[in-house]
Structure formats: C-alpha cells, structure tokens
C-alpha cells in the first residue's frame, strides 16, 4: 500500500474547498493541486493550503493518486472520465452524472479502469445513519423531509437531483427490493426546474416511501422516519440526532393483561405502554464530521486498490435511475 497519496481537487467552491481543506489536514495525503475555473478561486484556495492552482483540470501534475470532482453536476461525466481513463481514482460528488446514460456509461468505464470510482453521497457518512446501520431494519414504511432555502447554487439540476437524491440513496440502501411503482409531483418555483417535489416509492417487498424536497423552503429540515414490524426510528441528519422506539416482546395483546386496568386513569395507560411495551431510546451518536469520513474511505479504498468502495459507481447509477423516474413523473403532473 502507498504510504502518501498524492491529491488534488477539481472544483473548489462552496463544497470543493472543504475538501481542500481536510485532505490538507489528512495523514498520509498530500494535497497537491487545486483547479477551478475562476483563477483568482484556484489561486485563494491553492495559497490557504500549499497547493498548486491551476484553471483547467486537464492541466493538473501528473502522478496523481485520486481526485475530488466537485463541480456542476454537468461536467461531473467529462471530468471523472478524463481521470479514470488515465488511471486516478476519483470521488464524484452527487449526483454522479447529469444523465442516466452518462452514469451508466461511467459505471462502464469503472468496471474496466485501474482505478477506484465513490460516489458522494455524504448521508451515508452521517451520524445518525451510521447509528442504525447495525439494527437491521426491514422498513415497511419511510418518510422523508429535505427542505433548505434558496441559496443560488446548484441551479444546473432540479431540487430531485439537487436534494432529494440524497435521501434516494438512503431510502435504496435501506430497502432491498426492487421498485414497483413511482408516483411524483412538482414544480418551479423561482428556478427553470423543479425547486420542490413530492414522491411515493412503492417497492415489491411491499414498503412504501413519500420524500419530500424543497430548495425554496423558510427553514433547513433533513429528517427521515423509519416504520418497520418491530421498530420505530427518527433521525435527523443536521441535528445529528437519532431516536429508536422498539417494542417489547410483551407486547402482544395475547400476553398483555389489561383487565385490571382502569381506562380513564390515562397515567396508567401511558406507564403501560411507555414503559412496559414500548422501549424508548435515544441512539448514542459519534461526533465527527461526515465529509471527512466520506474523504477517508475514499483514501483508504484508494490506498489498497479496493474494488468497491463505500459508495461504487453502481449505487450511483442506481440513485440517478430512481431520480429519472421521478421527474417522469413529476413533469407528467406538471403544475
């Protein structure tokens, strides 16, 4: 294994510099380079970390181990082929690719590079998912919010490719099964495409998904509830925050006595059920930041030439295909 990967990262604005930052921070990295495409961005970034600017990624040193991607989603295809074909690994940020076919065609390339390909789909990374990583839950039925303000970036995509994706991801991850069927709604709302949506995922093993985006929201909302036979699970991803409610063996109305119970005494109600029937627990969470574990499998893949990393090509595809039917969907009810 390579003791030090050299890097460098390819778009350093509002996300790119961040991973500027940590790679400069990261044993056994080396920042190298950064390049964007405005000079006098390249130029702050690359002097804030001992870096080499440059203003075309074609440009950048040979001998590179890996690359951050973290440009408009549209480039995001030309940029990661141009380094995969040359045999640097490369971190894509979400959405991987603008199109389905670019993705597919990507995940193609991947399968025969002498490189590594992660997606960055950073929830993944998230406190409160990793949390429940462990419990196994078999969903029946999910529920997710995204909604952010208006910020004036990422207009290249809608609010599905902008910020639903991520929770398609999550949702992909939690249950499998293949879809079934796929209902959406949506609109524009200041930008050209979709800045809110709406949609239901059902699922053949029977789980059902409602996801809800918006990019033109008053506040900043990233929650997902998880309803499964046994469990119930909350978890908010920028509170980092995650609440398992589980029911006890007990309860099963067979061997529940209630008899001696009396119905308008609602406190005992309650103890009963709180107490003895349903377990309530809030899920102890490891604090860190996601990107720079996102950053660090990534490097580690890197470093021994793994061949699936945390989040392969093929989760990505997956994420855009899903993405795709919904604004079928969404532009077949248009407002």
């Not at 640097?88 to 995940?107: F, G, Q, R």
């Not at 991520?166 to 939690?174: N, R």
Request: proline share 4%.
């Amino acid at each position: 294994m390579k003791e030090t990967l050299k890097v460098a990262v390819v778009g350093v604005g509002y996300l790119g510099r961040h991973h500027a930052r940590i790679y400069s921070k990261m044993h056994g990295v080396e920042l190298v380079a950064v390049a964007d495409a405005d000079p006098d961005t390249a130029e702050r970034i690359a002097d804030m970390y001992d870096a080499r600017p440059f203003t075309d990624y074609r440009d950048l040193p040979e001998g590179l181990d890996a690359v951050s991607v973290a440009t408009p989603t549209v480039t995001h295809f030309d940029i990661a082929r141009f380094f995969l074909e040359r045999g640097v690994s490369v971190l894509v940020e979400k959405p991987m690719t603008h199109t389905l076919d670019e993705a597919l065609e990507l995940d193609r390339i991947t399968k025969t590079a002498n490189a590594v390909l992660q997606v960055g789909h950073i929830e993944r990374f998230n406190p409160a998912m990793v949390a429940i990583k462990d419990l196994q839950i078999e969903p029946k039925f999910i529920e997710s919010h995204r909604l952010a303000p208006f910020k004036f970036r990422s207009t290249d995509v809608g609010v599905v490719m902008d910020l639903m994706i991520h929770d398609l991801d999550i949702i992909l991850e939690l249950c499998h099964s293949s879809i079934k069927k796929v209902d959406a709604v949506g609109g524009s709302v200041l930008a050209r495409s979709e800045d809110i949506a709406n949609a239901r995922i059902e699922f053949e093993s029977g789980c059902v998904a409602n996801v809800t985006a918006s990019r033109v929201s008053f506040k900043s909302l990233r929650r997902t509830r998880i309803f499964s036979n046994d469990c119930f699970v909350s978890l908010d991803y920028e509170k980092k925050y995650a609440l398992l409610a589980k029911k006890s063996p007990d309860l099963d109305l067979n061997r529940v006595d209630l008899s001696n119970i009396d119905p308008t005494r609602l406190d005992d109600l309650k103890r009963i059920l709180m107490d003895d029937l349903i377990q309530v627990q809030e899920l102890k969470l490891d604090e860190y930041e996601p990107l720079f574990k996102e950053l660090e499998s990534f490097t580690e893949s890197v470093r021994r030439g793994d061949e699936e990393t945390a989040v392969p090509s093929s989760h990505g595809v997956r994420a855009i295909r899903l993405a795709s039917d919904i604004l079928t969907a969404v532009q077949s009810h248009q407002w």
